[in-house]
C-alpha cells in the first residue's frame, strides 16, 4: 500500500557514480577487525558517560566501559578485547574533540557473557528501557536520541501509532536497506517489544518505493506485530525526517516546536529496533553497525563494523577512493559532515561514508538572486534566505522569529541554491548562538 499524504517542499537528489544502485543490492559483509580503536564516551545527545576503564585495563568485547550519567545517556561498551592503550580526548565527526577509551585489539574477540531478557513478550515499558539504556541503544538513523527516553512516555502522553522508519532518504547510503531485507523478522521483533511494553495499537513501517525488495520483506515480517503494515513511500527527500514521516504515514501534523509524541507518535529507525532485539533476545550490547561505504571508491559495499575503527579502516577495506576524490562524507550527502582526516571513529550514529567526486560546496558563493527556490522546496515552509540574511548581520532575534529553530537541517535549501549560498550552514549558526543565549537567559534568572 502506498502513503496517501505528501509533505509540501522536498526534493529529489541527482546521485552520480552509481548512487544507491552501487550498493543496494550488496550483502552486509563483516568487516575484518581493525588493530585499534578509538571509541568515544559520549555517542548520543546529552550527557558524555563516565569512563569506567583506565590504562592497561584487560577488556573483553561488549563490557559496559562507559556508564551512563544523567537521564540522557546511553552506555558504551568495548567494540573489540584487549587492552586500553589510554582515556583521551580524540577528534570526532564535527570537529571536536571527545573524551575516548582507546584499545588495542588482541584478536581474541573474547566477548563477556551475554545475559539475554527472561521474559521479552512481558517487558514493561521501565524494563525495556532499562535494558535500552545498559545496552546503549540510541536512535541509529544518525539522530542518536538514547532509546530509553523515548520509550519512557510521560503519563499524560497517549501515543496510538509506532513508526519504524526505513526510508533511508540520503543518496548514496543502503546501510538500511540492506538490514531491513536481510534482518526484516529481527526487526519486527524489535518492534513487538516496544508495541506490547508501551501498548501501542498500530505500528507502520516508511519505506522509499526506490526499495521494493525491502518493503516486501518488511511486509512480510509484519505478521510479527499485532495491526502492522509496510507502506511505500514517494521517493522525495527528506522522506525520512520525523515529522514529514509523520505526515506521509498518519496525516498528523506535528506542530513548531512539538515532537511526534505529542501527535501520538513514536518514530524509531529500523536499526534501533534491530538493536532492541540483539539486546533483548541476545544480551548484546551495541558494539558494531551496518555502514554503507559508496561513491568515489574502488569497491562499494554495506559493511558490519565495530565501533570504533577509523574511517581509514573501512576506506582500505574497500580498495581506496580514487585519484580524483575531492571530498568525504562522513554520513550521506545531504546532512552528513565533510572530514578533512581519515583517523575519525565510526560511531553508533553513523551510517555511511562517502567519497564524493564533484563537491559544489567548493564552488563561491554569489549574491541571493531571491528566485525562491529554497522556499518553495523547504519541507518545513520556512524562507531560508531571510534566516540567512539575519544570520550574517548577526540578527539572531529576528532569525528566530523567521523560524530558524524549526530548520531540520537536511540541506535541500544549500542544494537547491543557484547562487550556491551556505544557507543551511546560516539556520546552525543561528540555531546554536540562539540556543547558547536562552541558556545564559535561564542561569541569569536562576540566579535572581
Known amino acids: 500500500m502506498s502513503s496517501v499524504f505528501n509533505f509540501p517542499g522536498g526534493i529529489h537528489p541527482h546521485e552520480g557514480n552509481g548512487g544507491k544502485v552501487a550498493t543496494a543490492g550488496l550483502s552486509i559483509m563483516e568487516a575484518p577487525l581493525p588493530s585499534r580503536v578509538a571509541i568515544p564516551l559520549q555517542q548520543h545527545i546529552g550527557a558524555p558517560c563516565k569512563p569506567l576503564v583506565q590504562k592497561g585495563d584487560k577488556v573483553l568485547v561488549g563490557q559496559k566501559i562507559g556508564e551512563p550519567v544523567g537521564f540522557v545517556s546511553a552506555a558504551i561498551h568495548a567494540s573489540v578485547s584487549g587492552t586500553v592503550v589510554d582515556c583521551i580526548p580524540c577528534i570526532t565527526a564535527n570537529g571536536t574533540q571527545q573524551m575516548s577509551v582507546i584499545i588495542d585489539n588482541d584478536f581474541t574477540d573474547t566477548w563477556v557473557g551475554l545475559t539475554p531478557a527472561e521474559n521479552p513478550e512481558s517487558l514493561t515499558a521501565q524494563e525495556l528501557s532499562a535494558i535500552a539504556r545498559e545496552k546503549g541503544i540510541v536512535g541509529m538513523g544518525g539522530a542518536t536520541f538514547p532509546t530509553a527516553v523515548k520509550v519512557s512516555v510521560p503519563a499524560d502522553k497517549k501515543v496510538d501509532t509506532l513508526i519504524l522508519?526505513?526510508?533511508?532518504?540520503?543518496?548514496?547510503?543502503?546501510?538500511?536497506?540492506?538490514?531491513?531485507?536481510e534482518h526484516a523478522e529481527e526487526i519486527m521483533k524489535g518492534a513487538r517489544l516496544v508495541?506490547?511494553?508501551?501498548?501501542?495499537?498500530?505500528?507502520?513501517?516508511?519505506?522509499?518505493?526506490?526499495?521494493?525488495?525491502?518493503v516486501a520483506e518488511m511486509d512480510k515480517a509484519c505478521s510479527v506485530c499485532e495491526n502492522a503494515r509496510a507502506v511505500g513511500l514517494k521517493v522525495k527527500y527528506p522522506q525520512g525526517g520525523e515529522k514529514q514521516l509523520v505526515y506521509a504515514l498518519t496525516g498528523r501534523k506535528v506542530s513548531t516546536g512539538k515532537l511526534p509524541l505529542d501527535a501520538g507518535v513514536i518514530v524509531m529507525n529500523v536499526g534501533t529496533c534491530y538493536a532492541l532485539y540483539r539486546a533483548v533476545y541476545e544480551g548484546r550490547p551495541v558494539v558494531d553497525r551496518v555502514v554503507t561505504v559508496g561513491g568515489n571508491v574502488k569497491k562499494p559495499a554495506n559493511y558490519l563494523v565495530r565501533i570504533g575503527a577509523p574511517v581509514e579502516w573501512l576506506l582500505d577495506t574497500s580498495e581506496g577512493i580514487l585519484p580524483n576524490t575531492r571530498m568525504l562524507i562522513y554520513g550521506g550527502p545531504m546532512m552528513g559532515m565533510a572530514i578533512s582526516r581519515e583517523d575519525i571513529p565510526i560511531t553508533k550514529g553513523c551510517s555511511g561514508i562517502v567519497a564524493l567526486e564533484t563537491?559544489?560546496?567548493?564552488?563561491?558563493?554569489?549574491?541571493?538572486?531571491?528566485?525562491?527556490?529554497?522556499?518553495?522546496?523547504?519541507?518545513?515552509?520556512?524562507?531560508?534566505?531571510?534566516?540567512?540574511?539575519?544570520?550574517?548581520?548577526?540578527?539572531?532575534?529576528?532569525?528566530?522569529?523567521?523560524?530558524?529553530?524549526?530548520?531540520?537541517?537536511?540541506?535541500?535549501?544549500?542544494?537547491?541554491?543557484?547562487?550556491?549560498?551556505?544557507?543551511?550552514?546560516?539556520?546552525r549558526v543561528a540555531k546554536r548562538i540562539i540556543t547558547q543565549r536562552r541558556k545564559i537567559e535561564a542561569a541569569k534568572k536562576g540566579e535572581k
Open 165 to 181: 522508519n526505513g526510508a533511508e532518504c540520503e543518496p548514496y547510503l543502503s546501510a538500511d536497506h540492506r538490514l531491513m531485507v
Open 195 to 214: 508495541q506490547k511494553a508501551l501498548g501501542i495499537s498500530r505500528v507502520l513501517v516508511g519505506i522509499e518505493n526506490n526499495k521494493p525488495d525491502a
Open 359 to 427: 563537491v559544489s560546496a567548493l564552488v563561491k558563493e554569489s549574491a541571493c538572486i531571491r528566485c525562491g527556490r529554497c522556499v518553495e522546496a523547504c519541507p518545513m515552509r520556512l524562507s531560508p534566505a531571510t534566516i540567512d540574511r539575519y544570520t550574517r548581520k548577526d540578527m539572531y532575534e529576528q532569525a528566530e522569529a523567521a523560524g530558524a529553530m524549526n530548520c531540520i537541517e537536511c540541506g535541500i535549501c544549500s542544494f537547491s541554491c543557484p547562487a550556491k549560498r551556505n544557507l543551511t550552514q546560516s539556520c
